[in-house]
T-cell receptor, first 113, second 116 residues
Framework: KQEVTQIPAALSVPEGENLVLNCSFT??????LQWFRQDPGKGLTSLLL?????REQTSGRLNASLDKSSGRSTLYIAASQPGDSATYLC????????????FGEGTQLTVNP | EPEVTQTPSHQVTQMGQEVILRCVPI?????FYWYRQILGQKVEFLVS????????KSEIFDDQFSVERPDGSNFTLKIRSTKLEDSAMYFC??????????????FGPGTRLLVL
């Protein structure tokens, strides 16, 4: 059974800092990994999707890396802003589970002005 | 930018009642999903739907749940006889395909269901 873990559970940083969020998964036989952002009481906004054959993806100030063999992904946020405050979720699709995503519990990020 | 929409945003119901949650996926998407998130817990997969049939379902998706695409735009989740433990935020999602980068799943804003 695939288990997804995110560390840390919460993170508070001053504005302008570069930061790294971590995601680990127990079964390395994944098809892809997706990072989402969730604002309080709201839906999930897709940030980046990394295919299993890729090492990283970039979108603006966000960079996600994937090390499939070690079961890890990181989301790097450059020059953080108060508007980045949200919960960040990672989710993996296994090679053998159809399109179902298995989610981590998320990292709650607060960027202080 | 196209987005997934869901109605209602909030629903309160009595235990044992039937509820129908509605979703309008992104118009050219072919794969549809329902997930739920119990307060304080992880987002959990319920079911995926493609070509007018269920392609995968989780152990949560038992006989009290059903999904339907009644027309070309709506995708519904029906809970036949609600239980207290069905209280959760229910998310609909859609993706263009089931392959490659176009498999990115786009989520709606959710329906918060409260069963009393």
């Amino acid at each position: 059974k695939q288990e997804v873990t995110q560390i840390p559970a919460a993170l508070s940083v001053p504005e302008g800092e570069n930061l790294v969020l971590n995601c680990s998964f127990t079964d390395s036989a994944i098809y892809n990994l997706q990072w989402f952002r969730q604002d309080p009481g709201k839906g999930l906004t897709s940030l980046l999707l990394i295919q299993s054959s890729q090492r990283e993806q970039t979108s603006g100030r966000l960079n996600a890396s994937l090390d499939k063999s070690s079961g890890r992904s990181t989301l790097y946020i450059a020059a953080s802003q108060p508007g980045d405050s949200a919960t960040y979720l990672c989710a993996v699709r296994r090679e053998t589970s159809g399109s179902r995503l298995t989610f981590g519990e998320g990292t709650q990020l607060t960027v202080n002005p | 930018e196209p987005e997934v929409t869901q109605t209602p945003s909030h629903q309160v119901t009595q235990m044992g009642q039937e509820v129908i949650l509605r979703c309008v996926p992104i118009s050219n998407h072919l794969y549809f999903y329902w997930y739920r998130q119990i307060l304080g817990q992880k987002v959990e997969f319920l079911v995926s739907f493609y070509n007018n049939e269920i392609s995968e379902k989780s152990e949560i998706f038992d006989d009290q749940f059903s999904v339907e695409r009644p027309d070309g735009s709506n995708f519904t989740l029906k809970i036949r006889s609600t239980k207290l433990e069905d209280s959760a935020m229910y998310f609909c999602a859609s993706s263009l395909t089931g392959v490659g980068a176009q498999e990115t799943q786009y989520f709606g804003p959710g329906t918060r269901l409260l069963v009393l």
